[in-house]
């Protein structure tokens, strides 16, 4: 069955949000850039992970199925990074692993033009979403690069689970994630106490279970690769629903 689909320039909705539910969300599913909008830089850097999450919205939408959606953002994260809060450094980077963005020196009347147009009806709709359908768990979904640009230490770990204070299902999580031979980030390759803004204020602010999780790019980069982890995936979470009871 194909899933329903609702589109904006802002987002994506795969499949039917349903109560007690899964939701996964992709802050950097796109590398869509509006109209009007010019980064000032060359196209292939927009296929690059400083523009998109290489491969997340393929695995999204893999896992589509009875009782599970997905809620895809509809632009780069060089334009406006939904995962981030308002004022913080790099919403609107200048320069992205070395790489110079001459077109978001737009000043404080400019940034706030994006926050108006992009980030705040963004997180609106998808707050409105979340109180209509209250899903038992959000799956905030990303990739890293296997290594920076501008860092020669490599990321050995296939998966990382993030968190800030609630850990509930990260907890039940990396146990499960382990026990298939993974290697598995505990707040790796980055601590979700310092980059989970999207769950900060969609989930933990409200109590909602959910599991922030990042995977290695290589991982996902061919369509074998985003199926074996979309069934991982969808697998993981319904074990991780059950034991959250």
């Given at each position: 069955?194909?899933?329903?689909?609702?589109?904006?320039?802002?987002?994506?909705?795969?499949?039917?949000?349903?109560?007690?539910?899964?939701?996964?969300?992709?802050?950097?599913?796109?590398?869509?850039?509006?109209?009007?909008?010019?980064?000032?830089?060359?196209?292939?850097?927009?296929?690059?992970?400083?523009?998109?999450?290489?491969?997340?919205?393929?695995?999204?939408?893999?896992?589509?199925?009875?009782?599970?959606?997905?809620?895809?953002?509809?632009?780069?994260?060089?334009?406006?990074?939904?995962?981030?809060?308002?004022?913080?450094?790099?919403?609107?980077?200048?320069?992205?692993?070395?790489?110079?963005?001459?077109?978001?020196?737009?000043g404080d009347d400019g940034r706030a033009?994006?926050?108006?147009?992009?980030?705040?009806?963004?997180?609106?709709?998808?707050?409105?979403?979340?109180?209509?359908?209250?899903?038992?768990?959000?799956?905030?979904?990303?990739?890293?690069?296997?290594?920076?640009?501008?860092?020669?230490?490599?990321?050995?770990?296939?998966?990382?689970?993030?968190?800030?204070?609630?850990?509930?299902?990260?907890?039940?999580?990396?146990?499960?994630?382990?026990?298939?031979?993974?290697?598995?980030?505990?707040?790796?390759?980055?601590?979700?106490?310092?980059?989970?803004?999207?769950?900060?204020?969609?989930?933990?602010?409200?109590?909602?279970?959910?599991?922030?999780?990042?995977?290695?790019?290589?991982?996902?980069?061919?369509?074998?690769?985003?199926?074996?982890?979309?069934?991982?995936?969808g697998r993981l979470c319904g074990e991780?629903?059950?034991?959250?009871g």
């Amino acid at each position: 069955m194909t899933p329903s689909v609702k589109n904006t320039e802002l987002y994506r909705l795969l499949g039917a949000p349903v109560k007690g539910g899964v939701l996964v969300i992709a802050d950097h599913a796109s590398n869509h850039v509006p109209e009007g909008i010019d980064l000032g830089i060359p196209a292939e850097l927009m296929n690059q992970h400083i523009a998109i999450d290489i491969g997340v919205a393929e695995v999204a939408e893999r896992m589509i199925a009875p009782g599970t959606s997905a809620w895809l953002a509809g632009i780069s994260r060089l334009v406006c990074d939904l995962n981030r809060d308002i004022g913080m450094p790099g919403m609107f980077p200048a320069v992205s692993d070395g790489y110079a963005i001459p077109g978001n020196d737009i000043g404080d009347d400019g940034r706030a033009a994006r926050v108006a147009e992009y980030f705040n009806p963004y997180h609106v709709a998808l707050e409105n979403l979340l109180e209509e359908t209250a899903p038992a768990l959000i799956v905030s979904l990303h990739s890293f690069t296997p290594g920076l640009a501008t860092c020669d230490k490599p990321r050995p770990w296939e998966i990382g689970i993030l968190y800030n204070e609630d850990d509930r299902a990260a907890r039940i999580a990396i146990p499960l994630l382990e026990a298939e031979g993974l290697t598995v980030g505990d707040q790796e390759p980055y601590s979700g106490r310092i980059l989970n803004a999207s769950m900060n204020r969609h989930a933990e602010g409200h109590g909602r279970a959910y599991l922030s999780i990042e995977i290695r790019q290589d991982q996902i980069t061919d369509a074998a690769g985003q199926a074996l982890w979309a069934e991982r995936l969808g697998r993981l979470c319904g074990e991780v629903v059950a034991k959250l009871g």
